[in-house]
């Protein structure tokens, strides 16, 4: 049985990865909103908050470290203020950097850890009223290549990173009929992602069949960043 943590499991994709992992491992999950389940021990962090991630006294190696909180802060650039970038890079790129820190020295005790960090299609192809977001999440995409340079060869670190997923974050995207044929269309596999996909192709990531995997930005976004179909 191994070791894996999760930061931002209450809902969305880090909830199902933590019901996928909770067969066979031990998940140590953090956020805001507790969640119960057989193998899943919670303790609460705010990803925006000064509090430091406390260390359960039980936990002497960890084999997976998954960073999932994140923003959705659409505006157009010049209704943009300087704390919305701030707040995103806080979110996004600080929260993942003092749980990475953190946990440092029971990843390197594994001896094959996995760290797993989120960014967003938006990144590769550029979208209006994103510049926020985007600039937080292409800082978190360099710092997995950097970390994957330097954690090399006992810790690897990825992203994924997926267009429009149905999580909690995202419900005000597709709350109408109107809204999800609107993002069903401008997929090229016709509609957008579930928390379950996600969390599924993270589970891979974390396995041991994915080994020979680091440094990577997994692109899961329905064909939107690589393919056009008109």
């Given at each position: 049985?191994?070791?894996?943590?999760?930061?931002?499991?209450?809902?969305?994709?880090?909830?199902?990865?933590?019901?996928?992992?909770?067969?066979?491992?031990?998940?140590?999950?953090?956020?805001?909103?507790?969640?119960?389940?057989?193998?899943?021990?919670?303790?609460?962090?705010?990803?925006i908050a000064s509090e430091s991630l406390q260390i359960p006294a039980e936990i002497e190696q960890i084999d997976g470290l998954?960073y999932c909180p994140g923003s959705i802060n659409l505006k157009p650039f010049h209704r943009l203020a300087e704390q919305d970038?701030?707040?995103?890079?806080?979110?996004?790129?600080?929260?993942?950097?003092?749980?990475?820190?953190?946990?440092?020295?029971?990843?390197?005790?594994?001896?094959?850890?996995?760290?797993?960090?989120?960014?967003?299609?938006?990144?590769?192809?550029?979208?209006?009223?994103?510049?926020?977001?985007?600039?937080?999440?292409?800082?978190?995409e360099g710092l997995v290549k950097s970390l994957a340079a330097e954690f090399a060869p006992t810790i690897r670190v990825n992203?994924?990173?997926?267009?429009?997923?149905?999580?909690?974050?995202?419900?005000?995207?597709?709350?109408?009929?109107?809204?999800?044929?609107?993002?069903?269309?401008?997929?090229?596999?016709?509609?957008?992602?579930?928390?379950?996909?996600?969390?599924?192709?993270?589970?891979?990531?974390?396995?041991?069949?994915?080994?020979?995997?680091?440094?990577?930005?997994?692109?899961?976004?329905?064909?939107?960043?690589?393919?056009?179909?008109?």
């Amino acid at each position: 049985m191994k070791n894996f943590v999760i930061i931002g499991a209450s809902s969305g994709i880090g909830k199902e990865l933590a019901t996928l992992l909770a067969v066979d491992n031990q998940v140590f999950v953090y956020g805001r909103t507790e969640i119960i389940g057989d193998n899943i021990s919670y303790s609460h962090w705010d990803a925006i908050a000064s509090e430091s991630l406390q260390i359960p006294a039980e936990i002497e190696q960890i084999d997976g470290l998954i960073y999932c909180p994140g923003s959705i802060n659409l505006k157009p650039f010049h209704r943009l203020a300087e704390q919305d970038f701030l707040n995103d890079y806080k979110i996004n790129v600080m929260g993942a950097v003092k749980a990475i820190q953190a946990f440092l020295p029971l990843l390197k005790k594994s001896g094959n850890a996995s760290v797993l960090l989120f960014s967003t299609v938006a990144v590769q192809v550029g979208m209006p009223f994103h510049s926020s977001i985007s600039a937080a999440k292409g800082a978190v995409e360099g710092l997995v290549k950097s970390l994957a340079a330097e954690f090399a060869p006992t810790i690897r670190v990825n992203s994924i990173a997926p267009s429009l997923t149905a999580t909690p974050l995202a419900e005000k995207l597709i709350s109408s009929p109107e809204k999800i044929e609107a993002s069903n269309k401008r997929h090229p596999l016709g509609r957008f992602g579930t928390a379950k996909e996600l969390a599924s192709l993270a589970q891979f990531l974390l396995s041991e069949n994915a080994t020979w995997i680091t440094g990577q930005i997994i692109h899961a976004d329905g064909g939107i960043s690589s393919v056009k179909t008109a």
